[in-house]
């Protein structure tokens, strides 16, 4: 059975790795960067399993993660990213070699396979998740019980590739300067050397440290490179602001000319909604009323505003000249000013 199993866990010793190594493999790697990953470990696994099975809980035993272990042979090719469904090496950019895999206990006890490797660092920037392609059986209850080949090693992101092991950190990247031949004394008693500053910009590159994590906002806008960038970025900033003000400002500019507009032909659109046999006393309240101004002058609030008028006048002018309603009013002779001034007043009254 075919599997896709992503695998890292934590730190490890720089010293844990060379122990493994022979005298020769480390003069073969002696001025070469070793990357460290963690294949596997004892315990539950959730790998993606090929041949239309998808994703199946597996669970390792020391005795399997040995055979992984053993499985990985020096010169195994590292990918990036996986095969489409496939664990064939056609078409895909290999990135490195694995030099070494062993087995070492984690903190806990639990037996993990380990794999050195020595890759392209231009192409591996930022992948630490490793990923395994093997092919193994497992029995119904997820329990793996062979290990045949492990063919590949694929990485990623742990941004957005989910490991199947539990972690998914690159665990060690070992720069091979030292010379074996030295005594053991003389190195450990040896002057520091200064770190160059090449050096230097490697290893925030290795262990994926972004500016944010060594410098406050602050130290940053002061660095000169970005000055011009943030610079800008604050123009744009006032910028924004300012446009933003004037396009309020136009906006209620063009709101009141709106109004302007409405009010200004108010009356005339009034008058053409009068209803048919509305009285002579009606429009001369509806005038008053309307005079006193509207807190809508589209035509619908007009219209609004002419209905209610209306109703209400007629049933303050029943306690003076009886009924006035639209159609049976009588239209001799207009309502004496102080009467309808009255009538007003009752109006306004009703409406507290």
Known sequence: MKVFIQAMDKKIPPEKVLKHLTDQEKKDLQGKTLEVYAIGKEGLSRPKVLDGVGQ??????????????????????????????????????????????????????????????????????????????????????????????????????????????????????????????????????????????????????????????????????????????????????EDNKKMKEELEKLENESKDSREKALKSDAKERLEKMYPEGITDKQKEFVTLEFKKGLTDYSDEGIKTFLNTTIENFSSVAKMFNGDEKPGNGSAEGKTPADELEKLAEEFDKMGE
């Open 56 to 237: 199946k809980v597996l669970r390792w035993t020391k005795a399997t993660i040995r055979q992984l272990a053993d499985t990985l042979k020096p010169g195994t090719k590292f990918f990036k990213a996986h095969g489409r469904n496939t664990n064939s090496h056609n078409g895909r950019e290999e990135v490195g070699k694995s030099v070494k895999t062993f087995t070492i206990p984690d903190d806990d006890g639990k037996l993990m396979a380990v794999t050195a490797s020595v890759l392209d660092e231009d192409k591996t920037q930022g992948l630490d998740v490793c990923s395994i392609e093997a092919n193994i059986d497992y029995d119904d209850t997820g329990l793996v019980t062979d290990v045949y080949d492990t063919t590949a090693v694929a990485l990623g992101s742990s941004d957005k590739d989910s490991p199947a092991f539990e972690g998914a950190v690159k665990m060690a990247t070992i720069q091979c300067f030292l010379d074996e031949n030295i005594d053991k004394d003389k190195v450990d008693n040896r002057e520091d050397k200064a770190v160059t500053f090449d050096e230097l910009k490697k290893a925030v590159r290795d262990m994926n440290v972004y500016p944010s994590q060594l410098y406050t906002m602050e130290q940053i806008q002061k660095d000169r490179a970005f000055t011009d960038f943030f610079d800008e970025a604050k123009k744009n900033g």
